[in-house]
């Protein structure tokens, strides 16, 4: 494959010519040990501190607010546990969205399983979390509040500044708010009033291994790991110089081109929000239309194998990504799409690069309606929803979808529903909880009605549950 | 300063050659996230795996034994939190030895916080621990011990493998032993009977930010740290994969160059351990002449500021470290010559290169005399060690070194002791707490008596401590 689109920046980011340049010269000059007394440890030194003057700037901070850690999950990891053990006298209450990485969602778990208390606050079919509900969680328990910028999944932006505004109308002993600015660092400015923020240098072109945890003086802080005497005591152990001079160097690069490259960016994400649906049947754009990161576009296929499509894609010469349940290891819906109550199931992440072209984007759009037909083909879908309706009749229509795997049962109900009259019952037995998410974001989606969950037992079954649903259309 | 002699490769080893190959390569090979699907991301993946086989293979462990971490610090941090916590049912207690690193001692601090319980297990004069000694201090709820498997600032070989073999003979639920081989790995043989084992790559020429944490199977884990995908839930965060391709291509290159250059780095520290000590009055060399390190060596000059003699060296073309109080950040003393039982003060250590030559050592044993002269010029002690002794008294000679930092309280006893007799008692009054340490060795190198240490009241002063000697010659 000589020439691959790659549209998975969200995940990673090639190194930015800038990044790699920097990177190779500080191999040569701040290799030393900056903690050292001699020429080359003040000279690895320096460079350490002009990158911390670097990040700082870009981000808003003052440079003794600023550390580099391992990575955006350690920033994450760090700044919650940290900020959490340094306000343990007034509470261990964590608020936090529904959709936020899974990295501070495996902390707050842990925060849990070590006796603190969570809050999850949920959000609207575009992804994003009321400013005011999410103030609203706040307790006079509660330690720290976490919101991310932007959301990695779907691109929807957060209304950080406004929920930071509410946070701190209650004083100087508001609720630190800790903003996960992972997907955003570097693309767009980093909203007001955060308290702690956590970034990640390799999703904005610099390298892998780099991570910036911010903390505004005054915040209190006690970290969570063992210490030692660098970086301000919060990030414990030998400091990856020449990195973190490449992560500071692409930083800057990147938040000026990202400022030339915004609309075109906009417009590229635009045509493809447009052009999608009218190009595949039963597709779903979710996430935020205005409100949204300038590179990011997510939808859904109905009746489509997320992780099928993404390898069609794949040979075809495009990396893209996806929330799907089936292409992640665990095997678990994605948590962003069904706390927004859309479809978990096939759909595709595209995250575009600074440099992406207008061809680029074309030639998705050309190749897509064919790999999802390919896909669907199998199916035998079409068969199906062009089948005439039945008669009308009482007794719901039984499908059992026991045993089958997401997406099948909602694959079963669109190939039969088409059985019933409009305004009759039918009945999927599933024992997959993915269908528990999929097919009342099915109903909603198709117009259909979704009447809730029985016991199985009720249809003769002896495991999974009952979905009620009734034909309107 | 064109040609200056790296001598502290203890600290930070500039990037192998092999190593920066490699990584400029997986720059281009393996940047993508190993967790995806789509053709890069695989290609990340089977890099990774490499590196994991290779890693596995030099550290003798199997590749699912090992997982790669930030650096050596996280290493540690994990092993030893890790295990502590899966062999909490059996209890809390951590042995270790008097002069493990400083994050073993760190993490082992917060163990003891967090409600753990230590044994700090001493070293001989030559910094290493008795292996039945260490084993005896195994208990009952001991969880877990550790053990380095060189001393970082004297070289000294531990006897690793009998420790592992007599808490081996305590059967299969003996207590695991985690060795931290960060100064010894790429050098020298690991060392047979490890349960958990941590390295850092940057200190065998590898790239800074990236360590291994290799755990044996059937060792109980389970990490302090949220954990997710990655490194087979050992640690968390997306990984570094060009730097740990490096990490790896530089390790099997240096162990091969090690293993070439052992009797030629052998033969250049012995001629350092001969010669200095010809060569510079009252001076010490520290730290086991047979079992040690290669590459290592550490001596202590008396009457000198350590912080003082290191930037004559600097100026001199020398980049050298110490364990010195006066060249670390926190002004305290190395914990690994006071538990030797060594002078703290004004100690070098050169850990050299492997492709150091003899004509650097040989300009290093030329310049040293002159400079060590000339930092020991202006106390003015060549007149007082001079001095003819004076009349024998009766009552102590009382020195009053109250207020003043290490050196001054020894250096003043150097200049003074000569003004009493052969037999003859002199008092040092001292508030700096490092005279502890340093007025009983400074007499046990000079042949005095140290008899022990008084209240202060007991000669008038109202804070520090009296510490008594004996002119014995």
């Known amino acids: 494959m000589a020439n691959v689109s790659y549209f998975d920046v969200a995940s990673t980011t090639p190194l930015h010519p800038v990044a790699r340049q920097a990177l190779i010269a500080a191999l040569d000059e701040g290799w030393a040990d900056p903690a050292r007394l001699y020429r080359s440890g003040r000279q690895a030194r320096m460079l350490l501190d002009a990158a911390r003057r670097t ?3 870009e981000l808003g901070a003052r440079p003794d607010e600023v550390s580099f850690t391992t990575g955006g999950t350690q920033a ?7 900020a959490l053990r340094g306000r343990r006298r007034t509470g261990r209450h964590l608020v936090h969205s529904a959709v936020e990485h899974s990295s501070v969602l495996h902390t707050a778990e842990r925060h849990e399983a070590d006796g603190g208390e969570l809050t999850s606050v949920g959000v609207d079919r575009l992804g994003r979390v009321d400013a005011a509900r999410f103030a609203a969680a706040v307790r006079p328990d509660t330690a720290l509040a976490v919101l991310q910028s932007a959301n990695h999944e779907v691109g929807t932006v957060q209304p950080v500044a406004e929920v930071a505004a509410l946070l701190a109308a209650a004083g100087p002993d508001r609720v630190p708010l800790l903003v996960d600015a992972a997907q955003s660092a570097g693309r767009l400015p980093v909203p007001a009033g955060w308290s702690l923020l956590a970034a990640s240098a390799h999703k904005w072109g610099g390298p892998a ?4 945890l911010a903390v505004r003086k005054g915040v209190r802080f006690n970290s969570p790991l063992p210490v030692d005497e660098r970086e301000g005591g919060r990030v414990p152990g030998y400091p990856n110089v020449p990195a973190i001079v490449a992560a500071a160097a692409s930083l ?3 938040r000026a081109e990202a400022r030339e ?3 075109h960016l906009r417009a590229l994400v635009e045509r493809i929000r447009a052009r999608v649906p009218q190009l595949v049947p039963e597709v779903e754009v979710v996430g935020d239309p205005v409100h949204r990161l300038p590179h990011l576009v997510t939808f859904s296929c109905l009746y489509v194998d997320g992780e099928v499509l993404l390898s069609e894609l794949d040979r075809a010469g495009f990396a893209v990504s996806s929330g799907s349940s089936c292409t992640s290891s665990t095997l678990t819906p994605s948590h962003v799409l069904a706390a927004m109550g859309v479809l978990t199931e096939g759909n595709v992440r595209l995250s575009l690069p600074l440099d992406v072209t207008s061809a680029e984007v074309d030639r998705f759009l050309a190749v897509l309606p064919d790999l999802v037909a390919t896909v669907r083909a199998p199916l ?5 929803v062009a089948a005439p309706p039945a008669a009308a009749r009482q007794a719901p229509l039984v499908i059992d979808a026991l045993g089958k795997r997401c997406p099948l ?3 079963e109900l669109a190939k039969r529903i088409g059985e019933v009259a409009p305004g009759d019952p039918v009945v999927v037995l599933a024992d997959d909880e993915a269908a528990r998410l999929d097919i009342p974001a099915w109903c909603e989606m198709r117009g259909q009605a979704y009447e809730g969950e029985a016991p199985a037992a009720d249809f003769g079954a002896d495991r999974g549950s009952a979905y009620l649903v009734r034909r309107t259309s």
């Open 252 to 254: 800057r690069a990147v």
């Open 261 to 263: 490259r915004d609309a």
């Open 76 to 82: 994450v990891q760090l700044g919650m546990l940290g």
């Open 380 to 384: 035998g879908l079409e068969l199906a």
């Open 55 to 57: 990040v700082a700037e």
């Open 409 to 411: 049962p909602v694959i």
């Open 209 to 212: 291994g780099v991570g910036v």
